[in-house]
């Protein structure tokens, strides 16, 4: 079979052989935030769903999303889909050919990650703000 | 059994010529979702909590309808190219991949048309 030779050979060393970087930890984290909102995308087409459907099944979506583990989640969501975002605005940047200098790269790799939370935080009080 | 190396049996064949396209529909969709998810984002806070009325009431407006639309089309297909990148790059079994790639386009069309017929449903009023 194909894939069966290659199982047997010996790798090269791999990413646990360096010291984690900003830049490198913010790599791992835009995959796992772009996975989570994989997986995330469902409880939005599920609220979608719950809204055509009908008013019961409407109020037990909303519950769930008003329970404390639904606002956790939907946390979470936020601050991964910001992250991705941020983080993908970057890679469409280095898609142009500018941004590799390396103190612009450590620069981003910082406003990446403290954007992220600042603007999750920001969003949440402005979202409490609006229902309130 | 073929005595070939894996190399071997695919030197000469040439890529599968569809590098590019995935390449380039991850920037296409990418750049989309700028604008979209920030439409979606704002569309589900400012409906989280309202009655149900409310949220019908939204949709019937054919903008949103079709942002709505828009935005789950360009997410959900930037989705399925970058799943499929994650997949190729950790799972190496020849049988699991094929598995996880039909997972992966499965999953992303269910939820395509889920939404799509969510969509429409309260757009139209049905």
Known sequence: MMADNTSRRPLSPHLQIYRPMLTMMMSIMHRITGVALYFGVLLLVWWLISAASNDHYFGIVEGFFFHWTGRLLLFGFTWALIHHGLGGLRHLLWDTGRGFDLRVVEWLARANLAGSIVLTLALWIFGYWVRS | ?126
Not at chain 2, 45 to 65: C, E, M, Y
Not at chain 2, 68 to 75: D, E, G, R
Not at chain 2, 78 to 104: F, P
């Open chain 2, 1 to 126: 059994m073929s005595m070939r190396t894996s190399l071997g049996v695919v030197r000469g064949l040439g890529s599968a010529k569809s590098g590019t396209e995935h390449f380039w529909h991850q920037r296409l969709t990418a750049i989309a979702n700028v604008p979209l998810t920030i439409l979606l984002v704002w569309f589900v806070i400012s409906h989280l909590g309202s009655p149900r009325a409310d949220v019908l009431a939204s949709v019937r407006n054919p903008f949103v309808a079709i942002m709505l639309a828009l935005a789950f089309l360009s997410i959900l297909w930037h989705m399925r190219l970058g799943m499929q990148v994650v997949i190729e790059d950790y799972v190496h079994r020849a049988g699991w991949k094929l598995l996880a790639l039909l997972l992966n386009s499965f999953y992303t069309t269910a939820l395509g048309i889920a939404a799509f017929y969510a969509i429409l449903k309260m757009s139209f009023g049905i």
